[in-house]
């Protein structure tokens, strides 16, 4: 795994997962941004985590980045369910 590549795809995810928070605000302004806004901030400290473990490696490269990867997929899924049950509210 490329280092260079996985910060990229930290960037990519994340990101679009602001990107549908913020337009789910836009489109919906009679719905509570209070959590809305919580769950985005939840995704910044997520991206600032990922980006500070991707920085500072610990023991075998290859199985930490892939653990890595898998965290950071699982944590993405954990915020689109909290963002699904505010949207189903």
């Not at 990519?12 to 509570?32: Q, S, T, W, Y």
């Amino acid at each position: 795994m490329n280092l260079r590549v996985f910060k990229k795809d930290i960037e990519f995810f994340v990101g679009e997962f602001i990107d549908d928070c913020a337009l789910f605000v836009a489109l919906n302004p009679h719905k509570d941004a209070d959590e809305i806004s919580q769950i985005i901030d939840e995704a910044v400290d997520l991206y600032n985590e990922l980006k500070c473990k991707a920085n500072h490696p610990e023991g075998n490269k290859k199985a930490y980045y892939t653990a890595l990867t898998k965290e950071m997929f699982e944590k993405i899924d954990e915020l689109c369910e909290k963002l699904s049950a505010v949207v189903s509210k």
